[in-house]
């Protein structure tokens, strides 16, 4: 097929996970809105993961096709977008989000370390099934300590009324249910497709497959989360919105620990994690210091975060520029010195 094809599938395909992904939200959309402070901890412990949805397929499919490399990449970029882009831009539009009293510190802490984990863990190259272990672990301590502390209601109590709202609200037909069953359905469907051409433009240009889903598909698959900050900015609900997106990152990192166990010791380019873990390194600790200097994260911190997040696009291209260079080079290298 010429790369037009390739092209369109590809669109089609992200579309479709956009589209798709937006019914789940409407669904949690309507359970929150039954709650008398929806706030924080709902929106990071259901809403973050169903806005995930999109990563959720990705990983799956590229776990069923042997090449964990295109969602491990999608993820470590997905938490970077989040950071460096959706809530710095939220914090522009919005004027500003209140970060403080929606999270404990400490919990701050390790909610940035969960993030900034996978990323870590993967700089010499490689991820095996006891770091996906340790990743896994650190999650699930997270959420004990967040609903644990959170004055709003714990997750079972969370989850026993998402699931009465969803199967036995009036509000909630067959039709929904059978909506966003086919939805699901469909969405891991264009997730397969997602992966198959990520791995042909990676042929097409001669570079590593985790390098489409750090650029392409973590925007792509991040969708949902910028319709959650447009909703929350004119809904005046930055509180849902950050809550979101601290569940969506901290889900990010989930789903990261998960492909080892499901495909064992996997690779991946040494220079593109170095990359992505010093900026995101950064950008974490900024955020941390500007959440906790005045309280939120201005409008002129997000700038700042914005700034960095093209840092991040400029080094990463640049990165897979001379990888694509390199290619050829070391094709004729391997070809001169094979005997004749």
């Not at 395909?13 to 937006?22: N, Q, R």
């Not at 522009?92 to 984990?117: D, F, Q, R, Y």
């Not at 209601?153 to 037909?173: C, D």
Request: proline share 3%; with cysteine.
């Amino acid at each position: 097929m010429h790369i037009s094809i390739h092209t369109l599938l590809f669109a089609l395909s992200a579309v479709i996970i956009w589209c798709l992904s937006g019914m789940l939200i409407d669904a949690t959309d309507r359970v929150a809105k039954r709650y008398k402070r929806p706030g924080f901890a709902v929106a990071f412990l259901i809403l973050g993961l169903l806005t995930s949805v999109s990563e959720f397929s990705v990983a799956s499919n590229a776990t069923l096709q042997g090449i964990p490399q295109v969602s491990a990449g999608n993820l470590l970029g997905a938490s970077t977008v989040i950071f460096l882009f959706i809530i710095p831009l939220l914090a522009v539009l919005g004027n500003g989000i209140m970060t403080t009293k929606a999270i404990l510190p400490g919990n701050m802490v390790l909610l940035l370390g969960v993030v900034l984990l996978p990323c870590l863990l993967a700089l010499d190259g490689d991820v095996s099934r006891t770091e996906g272990v340790i990743i896994v672990l650190l999650y699930l301590t997270l959420v004990y300590r967040i609903q644990k502390k959170s004055a709003e209601k714990t997750a079972k109590e969370t989850l026993r009324r998402t699931k009465r709202e969803l199967l036995h609200s009036r509000h909630t037909t067959g039709t929904d249910l059978f909506k966003i069953i086919v939805g699901a359905l469909l969405i891991f469907a264009a997730g397969n497709i997602l992966v198959q051409e990520s791995v042909y433009f990676a042929r097409f240009f001669s570079i590593p497959v985790s390098f489409v889903g750090l650029l392409l598909l973590s925007i792509g698959t991040n969708i949902p989360e910028l319709v959650i900050a447009l909703r929350c900015i004119f809904g005046k609900h930055k509180d849902i919105a950050f809550g979101d997106y601290m569940g969506s990152a901290a889900a990010n990192s989930l789903i990261f620990g998960f492909l080892p166990l499901a495909n064992g010791t996997f690779i991946l380019e040494q220079s593109e994690v170095a990359v992505t873990s010093v900026i995101l390194a950064i950008g974490l600790l900024l955020f941390f210091v500007f959440s906790r200097t005045r309280n939120d994260v201005s409008r002129i911190e997000g700038i700042c975060l914005l700034v960095l997040y093209a840092i991040f696009i400029i080094s990463q291209i640049g990165n897979a520029v001379r990888l694509s260079d390199q290619a050829p080079l070391q094709a004729n290298t391997v070809l001169h010195a094979s005997p004749l």
